[in-house]
């Protein structure tokens, strides 16, 4: 077949001309609006990730993210309807359809991304696999455990990651496997278990939050695993898939470019920042290329603020959790927070 250079410079524009147009936002995004709520996939109560309160409220970093979605897709942050789920429970919730997105402390992993059904998006926070006991037992080191009972959540990596370390370093650990979170944190603080295991953040939560006396009990400094949290989503609908993940990296560009929940009306009214400009739709409608309107991240802001500002209120130094940004601080301050551009 001949190509004239003009066929080729045509052919080149169509392409170009297509990409540029709006494209629909696909069948997941459909249903919500047709439901008019967010299904949305949390844990049944961490605090610091996502806990409801005595009147039914739920807060917590992944339950900011939902939020922010749902004032994305639904221009409204309430219109959320929370799915409490347990480790065994979580991914076949979302298999089947019963909601919409997993926000629920969830590692990224090859075998949950690829033989399952389900991607994974982009994390909301880096984490690694730790050890807490209680204070007075004296243990400082994770291989004083050797022989000891410890406790585990099942249906969870935490538990394949104990075992491997466990055979690997010869420390013949004696899991004591449970179903739920709270019959795990209860028994565990009832002396049933020399140690606890999961996420670090996970048992910062439980020693401030749960704990009668968090002095009383010590997390070990070993980590023995990555454990990337973040949102999944279903397979099979790449336009949800593009939502969700963008949501996040436009959270983190906020806080890269100083946008936050107080001053985002402003700046779009008033910032000459390209970047800026932008991530707020005031020079480009990036949202059309979501299937979504030109002001989606503006109100993701308004809503949760910045990921700076949603790690500072759920998680950071002055709230219970009290933790450091350590790796999930921004790339430029030493974090591997780190997001695609929004252009």
Known sequence: MHFTLRSVFSLVAATVAFAALPVHAGKTLDTIKSRGQLSCGVNTGLAGFSQADSKGGWSGLDVDFCKALAAVVLNDANKVKWVPLTSQARLSALQSGEIDVLSRNTTFTLTRDASLGLNVTAPLYYDGQ???????????????????????????TTEKNLADFSRINNLGFKPVVFESLDGLKSAYFAGRCVGYTTDASGLAATRNADAKNPDDHIILPTLISKEPLGPMVRRGDDEWFAIVKWVIYGLLEAEEYGITKANVESLKASSQDPAIQRILGTSEDTGKLLGLDRDWMVRAIKTSGNYGEMFERNLGPKTAIALPRGLNNLWSKGGLMYAYPIR
């Open 130 to 156: 730790g050890f807490m006991v209680p204070t007075k037992s004296k243990i400082k080191d994770v291989r004083q455990l050797k022989g000891q009972t410890i406790c585990v959540l099942s249906g969870s």
